[in-house]
């Protein structure tokens, strides 16, 4: 009942900048926690970025810095906000949605995930 879309990926050149959107929709009560998780081929699944309670936030060590992730607004639109990309950036991005259905119901809902491509 719950769904998330993710948008905003592409090809974009090293140094550049992509805004990623993560947009939850369906009945729920809140949102808790927006995670982003990435994959490259050949490689481990990561957590990129997290926000929590709307305010904590953590962080890929790998990213700090130059990755930003906002809590979700009155349209329920969590972004992640990728600046000075580099090649290693290059993976499949999903979006990880968690929260309230009702007060004893909770939900775990993931989207599609956009491709996120830095040339060399």
């Known amino acids: 009942q719950v769904y998330v879309v993710e948008s905003g990926g592409g090809l974009a050149q090293p140094g550049a900048s992509l805004r990623l959107a993560c947009t939850v929709s369906g009945i729920f009560f809140r949102i808790t926690e927006v995670n982003w998780f990435r994959q490259a081929p050949g490689k481990e699944r990561e957590l990129a970025a997290r926000?929590?309670?709307?305010?904590?936030?953590d962080y890929l060590d790998s990213v700090k810095g130059r990755f930003s992730i906002s809590k979700p607004n009155a349209n329920n639109t969590s972004y992640l906000q990728m600046n000075m990309l580099k090649s290693d950036d290059s993976a499949m991005y999903y979006c990880?949605?968690?929260?309230?259905?009702?007060?004893?119901?909770?939900?775990?809902?993931w989207g599609q995930g956009t491709q996120v491509t830095v040339s060399s």
């Open positions: 990880n949605v968690c929260g309230w259905l009702t007060d004893w119901d909770s939900f775990d809902s």
């Open positions: 926000i929590r309670g709307g305010i904590s936030t």
